[in-house]
Structure formats: structure tokens, C-alpha cells
């Protein structure tokens, strides 16, 4: 539950105080030393995750621009805003 939530610090402090009050839950010194842990490797765990998580291809980078025709064959179209997306993709770990 942790680790899925992502929790900050306050979160993390009312989750593991509700698990201490939970019947057949957690002893206070298990919620300390989980919490000690919790602070100490959120960033490796979270990034652990995320590279599990990511199979194939990533976003490398991404450009966009809104541009407006000024040709067209049509003349209705002239001045329709028109957005232009450029995305980068590439291997995860690469």
C-alpha cells in the first residue's frame, strides 16, 4: 500500500499509526523501523517501479506549436488553428 500510493511522509505517518490500532496489526517498533526504511529508499523503489513498469518504447522528449493556415484550398480553413505535436520516442534504458 506504500509503496503503490507513493506516500509522503504524512501519509506514510497516519497509514502505519492506523495499522498499529488495526487488530492483529503492526507493533509500534515494526512501524518505526518500516518508516526508517520507507525514508531511506522511497526515490530507489519509486524508480524500480517505474522501470518495471515501462516495457517497450518511452517519451524522450516532446515539441508542440499551434500554427494557423495560411493556404489552403478552401477558404474557410484559412486562419484554422492547427496544433503540430513532434514526440521522441525511444528504448526504455537507452
Known sequence: ?????????????AFLT??????GGITSDQAAVIAKFWKNHRVK?????????CWDNVLKNMNWRVDLKS???HVDQINTPVA???????????
Not at 492506523?18 to 487488530?23: L, N, P
Not at 503540430?84 to 537507452?94: D, F, P, R, T
Open 1 to 13: 500500500s506504500i509503496v503503490s500510493a507513493d506516500m509522503d511522509l504524512n501519509q506514510l505517518e
Open 18 to 23: 492506523a495499522q498499529t490500532k488495526k487488530q
Open 45 to 53: 523503489i519509486h524508480e524500480s517501479l517505474i522501470n518495471q513498469s
Open 71 to 73: 493556404q489552403s484550398r
Open 84 to 94: 503540430i505535436v513532434k514526440m521522441e520516442l525511444g528504448k526504455n534504458g537507452q
